[in-house]
């Protein structure tokens, strides 16, 4: 069974910055591409930044050089730093692994999600 578990949620002032975390546990051969995604509410979820495991990085147009995604291999987590927040940027963010099992099979997981609030 593979778990994401993310952390670094929180209340910020707008022009704050967070740092999330998401560490990925379980039994599996290799992570490939790692992501965060957010959902405000009434909203849609979207893509927020990707990361491949050789580190290519892609970003949703909204980021504007504010976030930057990173990921730690050996810890099987990937990172969102969070600098220049906005109130628009409030939200519940999730991190989506896909993950390649022992049985050569890939599929996608998801965390629980961790909420940030921006305001003052």
């Known amino acids: 069974q593979v778990q994401l578990v993310e952390s670094g949620g929180g209340l910020v002032q707008p022009g704050g910055s967070l740092r999330l975390s998401c560490a990925a546990s379980g039994n599996f051969l290799r992570i490939n591409a790692m992501s965060w995604y957010r959902q405000a509410p009434g909203k849609q979820r979207e893509l927020v930044a990707s990361?491949?495991?050789?580190?290519?990085?892609n970003y949703a147009d909204f980021v504007e050089g504010r976030f930057t995604i990173s990921r730690d291999n050996a810890k099987n987590t990937v990172y969102l730093q969070m600098n220049s927040l906005k109130p628009e940027d409030a939200a519940v963010y999730y991190c989506?692994?896909?993950?390649?099992?022992?049985?050569?099979?890939?599929?996608?997981?998801w965390g629980q999600g961790t909420t940030v609030t921006v305001s003052s």
């Open positions: 989506k692994a896909n993950i390649l099992s022992f049985r050569l099979s890939r599929l996608d997981y």
């Open positions: 990361i491949t495991s050789d580190a290519s990085t």
